[in-house]
C-alpha cells in the first residue's frame, strides 16, 4: 500500500447524500484509477485519469464523479445518482510512458456504507 | 474486449505443499498479465507480471507464474505454500483505452486457504 493513501478507510452515509472518498500519491505517478470491489466480481474500473486536468469514464462511470486538479490527487464523489453505492472502493497510480507496461499500486482501500 | 478467468473460486492447499492458482485470458494482441494478491480489508499487492520474453515468470514472496500462449493460460504456482500466503488472487490483463493509458481487467478472484 505504499505510496498511496486513501481516506477514510470507513465510510458511513444516509442514502440520498453525496460522499467524497480521497486518494493521495506521492508515487509521481502520473496515471490514477478508481475501482470498485463487490463480493464475487472482481474489481470494476471506475474512473481513471492519465494527466493533471484530464480524465475518462471507465466501465461503470454513472453515478460517480471525479476531478484531477493536482498530479497527486484523485478524489473520487459518489453521488445519490449512484444506485448501489455500498461498496469497497481502491484507488490505484501508475507510471504512463508509450511502450511500455508499468503495474499498478493500489491504495488500502475505502469501505463505503450507504444506508 | 480483453477478459480473464479465475475458475476456482477457492483453492485448498496443506502447508508444505505446492500450490496452483489458475488464470486463463482472452485478448486481442499481446496478452501483458499480472497477478495480485488481497489480504482482508486491504488493497492489492503486485506480485508479478508476464511482458514478454521468458514464459516462466518470478515475483514476489516465492511466487512464479507459467505463461502458455496456446493455452492462453497465466497459472500461479509456489513451491511450498505457506499459511501467510492465504489470501485472495486476482489475475489481471491489459488492455488499451480509448482515450489511451492501460487498462487491467481482473478476473473474479481466487480464495487460497492453506492449512496446517
Known amino acids: 500500500d505504499g505510496g498511496i493513501t486513501q481516506s477514510p478507510k470507513y465510510l458511513f452515509r444516509k442514502e440520498g447524500q453525496n460522499v467524497t472518498l480521497s486518494c493521495e500519491q506521492n508515487?509521481?505517478?502520473?496515471?490514477m484509477y478508481w475501482y470498485r470491489q463487490d463480493p464475487g466480481q472482481g474489481l470494476r474500473l471506475i474512473y481513471y485519469s492519465q494527466i493533471v486536468n484530464d480524465f475518462q469514464k471507465g466501465d461503470i462511470a454513472e453515478g460517480y464523479s471525479v476531478s484531477r486538479e493536482k498530479k497527486e490527487s484523485f478524489p473520487l464523489t459518489v453521488t445519490s445518482a449512484q444506485k448501489n453505492p455500498t461498496a469497497f472502493y481502491l484507488c490505484a497510480s501508475s507510471k504512463e510512458a508509450q511502450g511500455d507496461t508499468y503495474e499498478q499500486y493500489f491504495g488500502p482501500g475505502t469501505r463505503l456504507t450507504v444506508t | 474486449a480483453q477478459s480473464v478467468a479465475q475458475p476456482e473460486d477457492q483453492v485448498n492447499v496443506a502447508e508444505g505443499n505446492p500450490l496452483t492458482v489458475k488464470c486463463t485470458y482472452s485478448v486481442s494482441g499481446n496478452p501483458y498479465l499480472f497477478w495480485y494478491v488481497q489480504y482482508p480489508n486491504r488493497g492489492l499487492q503486485f506480485l508479478l507480471k508476464?511482458?514478454?520474453?521468458?514464459?516462466l515468470v518470478k515475483g514476489s514472496y516465492g511466487f512464479e507464474a507459467e505463461f502458455n500462449k496456446s493455452q492462453t493460460s497465466f497459472h500461479l504456482k509456489k513451491p511450498s505454500a505457506l499459511v501467510s500466503d492465504s489470501a485472495l488472487y486476482f489475475c489481471?490483463?491489459?488492455?488499451?483505452?480509448?482515450?489511451?493509458?492501460?487498462?487491467?481487467?481482473f478476473g473474479t478472484g481466487t480464495q487460497l486457504k492453506v492449512e496446517l
Open positions: 508515487l509521481n505517478h502520473d496515471a
Open positions: 489481471a490483463v491489459r488492455g488499451r483505452l480509448t482515450g489511451g493509458g492501460n487498462k487491467l481487467t
Open positions: 508476464y511482458i514478454t520474453g521468458d514464459n
